[in-house]
Nanobody, 123 residues
Framework: QVHLVESGGGLVQAGGSLRLSCAAS????????MGWFRQAPGQEREFVAA????????SYADSVKGRFTISRDNAKNTVYLQMNSLKVEDTAVYYC????????????????WGQGIQVTVSS
Protein backbone atom coordinates (compact mmCIF):
# COMPACT_ATOMS: atom_id res chain seq x y z
CA GLN A 1 0.00 0.00 0.00
CA VAL A 2 1.17 3.52 -0.80
CA HIS A 3 0.12 6.76 0.82
CA LEU A 4 0.63 10.00 -1.12
CA VAL A 5 0.10 13.45 0.36
CA GLU A 6 0.26 16.64 -1.67
CA SER A 7 1.07 20.07 -0.27
CA GLY A 8 1.93 23.55 -1.49
CA GLY A 9 -1.23 24.49 -3.32
CA GLY A 10 -3.15 27.71 -2.90
CA LEU A 11 -4.14 30.97 -4.54
CA VAL A 12 -1.71 32.88 -6.73
CA GLN A 13 -1.98 35.66 -9.28
CA ALA A 14 -1.40 35.02 -12.93
CA GLY A 15 2.29 35.10 -13.70
CA GLY A 16 3.20 33.87 -10.25
CA SER A 17 4.74 30.62 -9.07
CA LEU A 18 3.93 27.72 -6.78
CA ARG A 19 5.76 24.56 -5.86
CA LEU A 20 3.76 21.45 -5.15
CA SER A 21 5.22 18.61 -3.11
CA CYS A 22 4.06 15.04 -2.82
CA ALA A 23 5.35 12.91 0.04
CA ALA A 24 5.14 9.14 -0.35
CA SER A 25 5.16 6.39 2.23
CA UNK A 26 4.53 2.69 2.38
CA UNK A 27 6.53 1.43 -0.58
CA UNK A 28 9.99 1.76 -2.10
CA UNK A 29 9.38 5.13 -3.69
CA UNK A 30 12.63 5.22 -5.64
CA UNK A 31 11.63 2.28 -7.84
CA UNK A 32 8.60 3.87 -9.42
CA UNK A 33 7.47 6.44 -11.92
CA MET A 34 5.73 9.44 -10.44
CA GLY A 35 3.28 11.70 -12.18
CA TRP A 36 1.25 14.84 -11.70
CA PHE A 37 -2.25 15.20 -13.08
CA ARG A 38 -4.90 17.87 -12.75
CA GLN A 39 -8.64 18.17 -13.01
CA ALA A 40 -10.60 21.35 -13.51
CA PRO A 41 -14.34 21.55 -12.73
CA GLY A 42 -16.38 19.82 -15.39
CA GLN A 43 -13.32 18.49 -17.16
CA GLU A 44 -11.56 15.15 -17.31
CA ARG A 45 -8.38 14.49 -15.38
CA GLU A 46 -5.41 15.37 -17.56
CA PHE A 47 -1.72 14.57 -17.56
CA VAL A 48 0.66 17.32 -16.45
CA ALA A 49 4.10 15.75 -15.96
CA ALA A 50 5.87 12.49 -15.17
CA UNK A 51 9.33 11.50 -14.02
CA UNK A 52 11.16 8.18 -14.15
CA UNK A 53 12.40 6.42 -11.04
CA UNK A 54 15.90 7.81 -11.56
CA UNK A 55 14.77 11.30 -12.44
CA UNK A 56 16.60 11.15 -15.75
CA UNK A 57 13.50 10.95 -17.94
CA UNK A 58 10.66 13.44 -17.77
CA SER A 59 7.59 14.17 -19.83
CA TYR A 60 5.30 17.19 -19.91
CA ALA A 61 1.96 18.12 -21.35
CA ASP A 62 2.33 20.66 -24.15
CA SER A 63 0.25 23.14 -22.15
CA VAL A 64 2.84 23.31 -19.35
CA LYS A 65 6.08 22.68 -21.20
CA GLY A 66 8.63 25.37 -20.47
CA ARG A 67 6.70 26.60 -17.42
CA PHE A 68 6.48 23.57 -15.12
CA THR A 69 9.32 21.36 -13.88
CA ILE A 70 8.94 17.98 -12.24
CA SER A 71 11.69 16.66 -9.98
CA ARG A 72 12.15 14.11 -7.23
CA ASP A 73 14.25 13.49 -4.17
CA ASN A 74 14.34 9.75 -3.56
CA ALA A 75 16.11 10.21 -0.24
CA LYS A 76 13.09 12.17 0.98
CA ASN A 77 10.46 10.07 -0.84
CA THR A 78 9.15 13.26 -2.38
CA VAL A 79 8.26 14.46 -5.86
CA TYR A 80 7.90 18.13 -6.73
CA LEU A 81 6.16 20.22 -9.34
CA GLN A 82 7.58 23.70 -9.77
CA MET A 83 5.00 25.83 -11.54
CA ASN A 84 6.10 29.17 -13.00
CA SER A 85 4.33 31.75 -15.17
CA LEU A 86 1.00 30.42 -13.98
CA LYS A 87 -2.08 31.10 -16.05
CA VAL A 88 -5.74 31.25 -15.10
CA GLU A 89 -6.27 28.07 -17.11
CA ASP A 90 -3.88 26.23 -14.77
CA THR A 91 -6.56 26.41 -12.08
CA ALA A 92 -7.45 22.86 -11.05
CA VAL A 93 -7.10 20.22 -8.39
CA TYR A 94 -3.65 18.72 -8.77
CA TYR A 95 -2.96 15.08 -7.98
CA CYS A 96 0.27 13.18 -7.65
CA UNK A 97 0.28 9.53 -8.58
CA UNK A 98 2.58 6.51 -8.58
CA UNK A 99 2.93 4.04 -11.43
CA UNK A 100 4.23 0.59 -10.53
CA UNK A 101 4.54 -0.59 -14.12
CA UNK A 102 6.15 1.61 -16.73
CA UNK A 103 6.58 5.24 -17.75
CA UNK A 104 3.16 6.50 -18.84
CA UNK A 105 1.19 9.68 -19.38
CA UNK A 106 -2.12 7.83 -19.16
CA UNK A 107 -3.83 8.32 -15.81
CA UNK A 108 -5.42 4.86 -16.02
CA UNK A 109 -1.96 3.30 -15.76
CA UNK A 110 -1.26 4.85 -12.36
CA UNK A 111 -1.93 2.71 -9.32
CA UNK A 112 -1.88 5.05 -6.34
CA TRP A 113 -3.18 8.58 -5.97
CA GLY A 114 -3.01 11.42 -3.50
CA GLN A 115 -6.11 13.18 -2.30
CA GLY A 116 -5.47 16.20 -4.50
CA ILE A 117 -4.72 19.82 -3.76
CA GLN A 118 -6.34 22.97 -5.10
CA VAL A 119 -4.38 25.44 -7.19
CA THR A 120 -6.22 28.63 -8.09
CA VAL A 121 -4.74 31.23 -10.39
CA SER A 122 -6.47 34.61 -10.40
CA SER A 123 -6.35 37.16 -13.20
Amino acid sequence: QVHLVESGGGLVQAGGSLRLSCAASGRTFSRYVMGWFRQAPGQEREFVAAISWSGISTSYADSVKGRFTISRDNAKNTVYLQMNSLKVEDTAVYYCALDTSYFSTDYSEYDYWGQGIQVTVSS
